[in-house]
C-alpha cells in the first residue's frame, strides 16, 4: 500500500484536472495527467478529469471512440469525462484553431457537473488552459495552470502557414489562463521569464518537472535486436516520439542518405509521417515504424545505439520533450540536435547523457553519432549517466510529491475562506 493510500492527504476533496490529452495515449502529455489524476485518487480525492478523445500522436482518433460526442469512463479510480473535438489530420494555423476552438466550446459547454474544490490544467493545449479558468471561477476555487509547453512563441517559428496570427491568438490565451491562476507551475525553469512577461508574479511560480514515466529496460538486448532485424554489426541510431513540424525529422532523413553504414529509425507517429515517408524513398537504411507498447518501448530504446532527439533551429526550445525522460531511463547515450540555450539542452547536459551539436545540421548530426559508435567506453559511460539522474531528480515519486505539494499549498491558503 502507498503512502498516499494509508494517508489519504486529499480525502474529502473534488479535485478537477483539465487535459486535452489523457490515457490511454503513451506518448506526450497524456501519461503525465494519468498518473497524476490516479495518484489524487488514491489519496482520498474525489478527482474528475476533463478531457478530449484519444487522438496523440497519430492525430487521427481512436477509432474506440470515433462517433462518440461524449462519454464518462471510470478509469483506476478517476472519473474520465471525455468531450469530442475537431482532430485535423494536417496542421495548419485555421486547423489548429478549429481544434482548439472545438475542444474549447464543448468542454464549456458540457462539464462535469461535480463542484471542484481545485482546478489543475495542463497548457497545453491553450483551450485546456481557457477552460480551466473559466470553471475555476464559475466555482470560486483556486486555478492552477501547469506549463508544459507555450504555444505562442511555438506557433510563430512551428513553419505552420499563419503561424503569425496563430501566436497572437495563443499568447492571448496563455496570458488570460495564467494569470488568472493562484498559483502556476511549470515543468523546466526555462519557461519562466516567458511566463513573468505574462504579467505572473514570480512567487506565484512553481517548478513541477515531469518525471520519468516508463519502466526500465529488462529484456536481452541482443535478442530485440534480432526481433527488430538490426544486425549486431550496424550502428542504430534511433528516435521515438511525434514526427511533427517542431522536432524537424528531416535532419535524419538527411544523416540517413549521408551514412548508409548506419540505421536510422523513427519510431513514432504525427502529422509529418507521410512527408518524412516521401522524403526517405529509395532510403534502404532508414525504417519509419508505428509507436512501440509500453510493454516493448524502453527495451527497444535499450537495444539501439544512440537515442536522437531533433528541433528545428527556428523553435524557441524551452520545453523538454517527455521522450528525453524516456531515453535516460533506457541506459543509451543521446545526441541532442537542438538549440543550445533551450531546456532540452539544458538537461541533456545536467544529465551527462549525451551530446550536443546544431539544430538541422546532418553532417554535425552524423559527425557525434560516429563519434559515439567509435568510442563505445565513452557511449556507455555517457548512457549510464541517464538511469543515474532520472533515480536522482525524475523519479515519480519525487515528481508526484511536488505536485502534491502545488496542491496543499493551494488548498492550505483557501482553507476556511467561505465561497462567494
Known amino acids: 500500500m502507498s503512502d498516499a493510500?494509508?494517508?489519504?492527504?486529499?480525502?474529502?476533496?473534488?479535485?478537477?484536472?483539465?487535459?486535452?490529452?489523457?490515457?490511454?495515449?503513451?506518448?506526450?502529455?497524456?501519461?503525465?495527467?494519468?498518473q497524476l489524476a490516479e495518484h489524487w485518487a488514491a489519496a482520498g480525492a474525489d478527482t474528475h478529469v476533463l478531457t478530449g478523445m484519444p487522438h496523440y500522436p497519430s492525430w487521427r482518433t481512436d477509432p474506440e471512440y470515433r462517433g462518440v460526442w461524449r462519454v464518462t469512463e471510470k478509469r483506476a479510480g478517476v472519473t474520465v469525462h471525455r468531450r469530442r473535438h475537431y482532430v485535423p489530420p494536417r496542421q495548419t494555423a485555421l486547423r489548429r484553431a478549429a481544434f482548439e476552438a472545438t475542444v474549447l466550446a464543448?468542454?464549456?459547454?458540457?462539464?462535469?457537473?461535480?463542484?471542484?474544490?481545485?482546478?489543475?490544467?495542463?497548457?497545453?493545449?491553450?483551450?485546456?488552459?481557457?477552460?480551466?479558468?473559466?470553471?475555476?471561477?464559475?466555482?470560486?476555487?483556486?486555478?492552477?495552470?501547469?506549463v508544459q509547453d507555450l504555444m505562442g512563441a511555438a506557433a510563430a517559428q512551428s513553419g505552420i502557414r499563419g503561424g503569425g496570427r496563430a501566436a497572437a491568438a495563443a499568447s492571448a490565451a496563455e496570458r488570460y489562463a495564467?494569470?488568472?491562476?493562484?498559483?502556476?507551475?511549470?515543468?523546466?525553469?526555462?519557461?519562466?521569464?516567458?511566463?513573468?512577461?505574462?504579467?505572473?508574479?514570480?512567487?506565484?511560480?512553481?517548478?513541477?518537472?515531469?518525471?520519468?514515466?516508463?519502466?526500465?529496460?529488462?529484456?536481452?538486448?541482443?535478442?530485440?535486436?534480432?526481433?527488430?532485424?538490426?544486425?549486431?554489426?550496424?550502428?542504430?541510431?534511433?528516435?521515438?516520439?511525434?514526427?511533427?513540424?517542431?522536432?524537424?525529422?528531416?535532419?535524419?532523413?538527411?544523416?540517413?542518405?549521408?551514412?548508409?553504414?548506419?540505421?536510422?529509425?523513427?519510431?513514432?507517429?504525427?502529422?509529418?509521417?507521410?512527408?518524412?515517408?516521401?522524403?526517405?524513398?529509395?532510403?534502404?537504411?532508414?525504417?519509419?515504424?508505428?509507436?512501440?507498447?509500453a510493454g516493448e518501448f524502453t527495451d527497444i530504446l535499450a537495444a539501439a545505439d544512440v537515442l536522437a532527439v531533433t528541433q528545428r533551429a527556428s523553435v524557441l526550445d524551452m520545453s523538454v520533450p517527455s521522450k528525453l525522460t524516456s531515453y535516460f531511463v533506457s541506459g543509451r547515450p543521446v545526441v541532442a540536435s537542438v538549440a543550445g540555450a533551450g531546456g532540452t539542452a539544458q538537461e541533456v547536459q545536467r544529465s551527462g547523457a549525451g551530446l550536443l551539436v546544431a539544430p538541422e545540421d546532418p553532417a554535425a548530426l552524423l559527425s557525434a553519432v560516429r563519434k559515439l559508435i567509435e568510442a563505445p567506453a565513452e557511449a556507455d559511460a555517457l548512457?549510464?549517466?541517464?538511469?543515474?539522474?532520472?533515480?536522482?531528480?525524475?523519479?515519480?515519486?519525487?515528481?508526484?510529491?511536488?505536485?502534491?505539494?502545488?496542491?496543499?499549498?493551494v488548498l492550505a491558503d483557501t482553507q476556511g475562506r467561505p465561497r462567494r
Not at 124 to 143: D, E, N
Not at 206 to 233: F, I, L, Q
Not at 386 to 405: N, V
Open 106 to 146: 464543448h468542454g464549456l459547454l458540457s462539464p462535469p457537473a461535480s463542484r471542484p474544490d481545485t482546478v489543475v490544467s495542463q497548457i497545453p493545449s491553450l483551450a485546456g488552459g481557457v477552460i480551466g479558468a473559466r470553471l475555476a471561477a464559475r466555482h470560486r476555487a483556486p486555478y492552477i495552470p501547469v
Open 383 to 409: 548512457g549510464a549517466n541517464g538511469p543515474q539522474y532520472a533515480a536522482r531528480h525524475l523519479s515519480r515519486e519525487a515528481g508526484l510529491a511536488r505536485f502534491d505539494a502545488l496542491l496543499t499549498e
Open 178 to 293: 495564467l494569470r488568472s491562476a493562484a498559483l502556476v507551475g511549470v515543468i523546466h525553469e526555462s519557461f519562466v521569464p516567458r511566463v513573468i512577461a505574462y504579467g505572473v508574479d514570480p512567487a506565484r511560480i512553481r517548478t513541477v518537472p515531469n518525471w520519468s514515466h516508463v519502466r526500465a529496460p529488462s529484456a536481452d538486448r541482443a535478442g530485440t535486436r534480432a526481433r527488430m532485424g538490426w544486425s549486431e554489426g550496424t550502428p542504430v541510431v534511433l528516435h521515438s516520439g511525434n514526427m511533427g513540424l517542431k522536432q524537424g525529422l528531416e535532419v535524419l532523413v538527411d544523416a540517413a542518405r549521408l551514412a548508409p553504414d548506419v540505421r536510422v529509425v523513427l519510431m513514432g507517429d504525427g502529422n509529418q509521417r507521410e512527408a518524412l515517408l516521401g522524403r526517405a524513398a529509395g532510403l534502404r537504411n532508414l525504417d519509419i515504424l508505428p509507436p512501440a507498447d
Open 5 to 34: 493510500e494509508c494517508h489519504k492527504p486529499f480525502e474529502d476533496r473534488t479535485l478537477l484536472l483539465v487535459s486535452t490529452n489523457y490515457a490511454p495515449e503513451l506518448t506526450g502529455i497524456g501519461p503525465y495527467a494519468a
